[in-house]
């Protein structure tokens, strides 16, 4: 079972802002990061280090964190939105691996 | 740009060793900066890590699947590679290598995946 948890699926109409969370422990400790995956493709990192942006990523969207609890917020959803989105950090035992949430499913109405 | 691509039999039979190597481009795994990792995701599941290998070698797993992977790079050939033994069906899945952070920011330590290969997709069938 992961360390992160997320909701299976979330909506959003076009144009509105949506707010995707990641729970767990080591939230509290160490920083998160948001993935977004189309159907058929590879994951593209879309925010790390809990607010940073990698280049080419529109800044509609954002990240925080709040005790045990990450937020992705896309402000403005647009139809290329829609897609699986996946937190990740480290686990909670201290050790150097990688957890992922259960990802969330976004759809754009 | 940086580039990794996953290559290696897209069929496995059950019980026998799964076999991948990524191929970095645009970059060099020699470097130190970073460290090189290998994540699958079963038919419509989640993400998995497995682990990572850092240049010189040194690598840690996934607890969950330590006994059964093994991971090493070559970079002579800017590469690195996993080794699944014993695989089930339960092991089939798009596996993806991805450039790897141990990061600081804002404060706070973590990890994160930069860069993934397009993935490969596995099958275990006998």
């Known amino acids: 079972s992961s360390e992160l948890t997320q909701d299976p699926a979330v909506s959003v109409a076009m144009g509105q802002t949506v707010r995707i969370t990641c729970q767990g422990d080591?939230?509290?400790?160490?920083?998160a990061s948001w993935y977004q995956q189309k159907p058929g493709q590879a994951p593209i990192l879309v925010i790390y280090?809990?607010?940073k942006r990698p280049s080419g990523i529109p800044d509609r969207f954002s990240g925080s964190t709040s005790g045990n609890t990450a937020s992705l917020t896309i402000t403005g959803a647009q139809a290329e939105d829609e897609a699986d989105y996946y937190c990740?950090?480290?686990?909670?035992?201290?050790?150097?691996?990688?957890?992922f949430g259960g990802g969330t499913q976004l759809t754009v109405l | 740009q940086v580039q990794l691509q996953e290559s290696g039999p897209g069929l496995v039979k059950p019980s026998q060793t799964l076999s991948l190597t990524c191929t970095v481009s645009?970059?060099?795994?020699?470097?130190?900066?970073?460290?090189w990792s290998w994540i699958r995701q079963s038919p419509g599941k989640g993400l998995e890590w497995f682990g990572y290998?850092?240049?010189?070698?040194?690598?840690d797993y996934n607890p969950s699947l330590k006994s059964r992977i093994t991971m090493s790079v070559d970079t002579s050939k800017n590469q690195f590679s996993l080794k699944l033994r014993s695989v089930t069906a339960a092991d089939a899945a798009v596996y993806y290598c991805?450039?790897?952070?141990?990061?600081?920011?804002?404060?706070?330590?973590?990890?994160?995946?930069?860069?993934w290969g397009q993935g490969t997709l596995v099958t275990v069938s006998s």
């Open positions: 991805a450039r790897t952070e141990y990061g600081a920011h804002n404060g706070r330590r973590g990890i994160h995946f930069d860069y």
């Open positions: 990740n950090s480290r686990d909670s035992s201290g050790n150097p691996h990688a957890v």
């Open positions: 280090g809990q607010n």
């Open positions: 645009g970059g060099s795994i020699s470097s130190g900066d970073y460290y």
């Open positions: 290998i850092y240049y010189n070698g040194d690598a």
């Open positions: 080591s939230l509290r400790s160490y920083y």
